[in-house]
Each structure stands twice: as structure tokens, then as C-alpha cells.
């Protein structure tokens, strides 16, 4: 059991990639708060107990962390806003920051003490592909808390290091979950959005929630003790050039 004996809280679990590490962190042995905006969705988890948790909602994903007091914080909760610079509207702008950016400072600034307190931990936040690592069409503010969210890592990564306290991110390329399909139905041709999305992965398709969550397992255990401030990247070859 890779993860025994360590607690983690993990946002947006009830769906997607979050819900894919919720169940690798149990299988791996980890005690689990799992947390989503929408507490239905984590019904099925085999957890004891299931909490309601809008991430953008500061005082309460505050208490919930301190409550949880985490060795592994997940920070999985973001939004893909669709669009070009002209088309982005100051709205979205604030609210893919509030939710893909200022929710990971709030929960990382919730979980600290604990992990200064306990001489070390892990902090995995999800950004992704989409960045500063490479643009894809049409993701302007997507992209930019994307890119926010890797340096946010990186800083916390070089003020903590001497603390035992690594913080990575993870920047998948396309995976499946099921904002995936909502937004290949958005483009009006889901088969034509599909093999657009599949083509620009090399390795001809797209990932699974899975792979994200064994790369998550990895870097919440002590078995990555020498990696921090990394933006880990989960693409298939998208990137590579
Ligand atoms: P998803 O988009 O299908 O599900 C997201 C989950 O987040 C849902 O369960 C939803 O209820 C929850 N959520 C939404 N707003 C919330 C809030 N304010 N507070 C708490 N929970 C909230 O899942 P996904 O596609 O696996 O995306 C998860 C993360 O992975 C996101 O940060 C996303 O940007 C990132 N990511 C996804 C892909 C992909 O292709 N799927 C690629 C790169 C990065």
C-alpha cells in the first residue's frame, strides 16, 4: 500500500480525474475526504462520509481542510472556458481564476500549517497541458489560469522545500471525463471535435482519468520524495514536439 497511513483531501471528486485518484488513494491504503461542488456525484465511493464543497467558497474549503488536516492535498477543481482573446468577457475571466487559480491558494494556505506543523507533505494541484507548456486554439483564459496555476506550484515548491513540503502539478492533454463529452456536444459536430482532439495527441487517442490518477498516487507518496515545483506532463506526446 503506497499511500498508508497518509491523509488526503481531494476537490472536485465526483467526477473525472478527481474521482479516478479518490479511488486510487483508497486502493493505494489512504484515508480520503473527498469533496465536490456537487455531493451527489460522490455517492458510490465507498466513503463514510461525503461533503458538499463549492471550492470557490473560501471560508468553507478553509474549515474543511483544517478539519481534514491533510498530508496529500489534491487540488483537482477547474473549468474549461472556451474561446478566443476577443471573444473572452471579463465574467469568465473571473471566474475561471476564482475556481482554477485562487481555489488552489486558498486550499494550499488552509493546508500549510498542518503540513509545517507535521514536518512535511505533498501538495499535487491539476493544471494542465494547456499553459505555458503549449496553446491550444481557442483556450485563451483556460490557458492562462492553466499557466498560473504551474507558476503558483512552482512557488510554493521553492519557499517550502527546506519545510519537507513538495508541491508538483499535473498537466494532462485531453482526458476522458464527462466535461469532455459536454464540450465536444458544445462544438455542434461531437464526431469532427472528437478526431480533432484525438489528432492532436500522437499517440492517436486520449488519455484516461486513470493514468492521471497513477501519476497522482505517485506524487502524493514518498516514493517521488525527490521531485518538487514539476509540472508533470500526461499528454500523450502532445507536447513532445
Ligand atoms: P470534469 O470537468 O468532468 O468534472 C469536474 C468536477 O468538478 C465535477 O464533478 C464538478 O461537480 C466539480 N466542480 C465544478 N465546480 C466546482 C467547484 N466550484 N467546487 C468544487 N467542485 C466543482 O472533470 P475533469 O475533466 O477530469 O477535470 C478535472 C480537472 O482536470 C480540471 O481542473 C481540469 O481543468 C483538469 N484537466 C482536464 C482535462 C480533460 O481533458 N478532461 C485536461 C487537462 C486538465
Not at 80 to 100: I, Q
Not at 197 to 214: D, N, S, Y
Request: aromatic share 6%; glycine share 12%.
Amino acid at each position: 500500500m503506497r499511500l498508508q497511513g497518509k491523509t488526503a483531501f481531494v476537490t472536485a471528486a465526483g467526477q473525472g480525474i478527481g474521482r479516478a485518484v479518490v479511488q486510487a488513494y483508497l486502493a493505494e491504503g489512504a484515508t480520503v475526504t473527498a469533496s465536490d461542488i456537487n455531493g451527489d456525484l460522490l455517492e458510490g465511493l465507498g466513503l463514510a462520509e461525503v461533503m458538499a464543497l463549492d471550492v470557490t467558497d473560501k471560508a468553507a474549503l478553509t474549515r474543511e481542510v483544517n478539519a481534514a488536516k491533510p498530508d496529500i492535498l489534491v487540488n483537482c477543481a477547474g473549468i474549461v472556458h472556451g474561446g478566443t482573446l476577443a471573444e473572452a468577457s471579463d465574467a469568465e475571466f473571473d471566474f475561471a481564476m476564482n475556481l482554477n487559480v485562487r481555489a488552489q491558494f486558498h486550499a494550499m494556505q488552509a493546508a500549510l500549517p498542518h503540513m509545517l506543523e507535521r514536518g512535511g507533505g505533498s501538495i499535487v494541484n491539476i493544471a494542465s497541458v494547456a499553459s505555458s507548456i503549449l496553446a491550444a486554439p481557442g483556450r485563451f483564459i483556460y490557458g492562462t489560469s492553466k499557466a498560473a496555476v504551474i507558476g503558483m506550484t512552482k512557488s510554493v515548491a521553492v519557499d517550502y522545500v527546506k519545510a519537507g513540503i513538495r508541491c508538483n502539478c499535473i498537466c494532462p492533454g485531453t482526458v476522458d471525463s464527462p466535461s469532455l463529452h459536454d464540450r465536444l456536444r458544445a462544438t455542434g459536430d461531437y464526431d469532427a471535435a472528437l478526431k480533432a482532439f484525438i489528432a492532436r495527441q500522437p499517440m492517436g487517442r486520449i488519455g484516461t482519468p486513470e493514468e492521471v490518477a497513477a501519476l497522482a498516487v505517485y506524487l502524493g507518496s514518498d516514493e517521488s520524495g525527490f521531485t518538487t515545483g514539476q509540472a508533470h506532463i500526461l499528454d500523450g506526446g502532445w507536447a513532445a514536439g
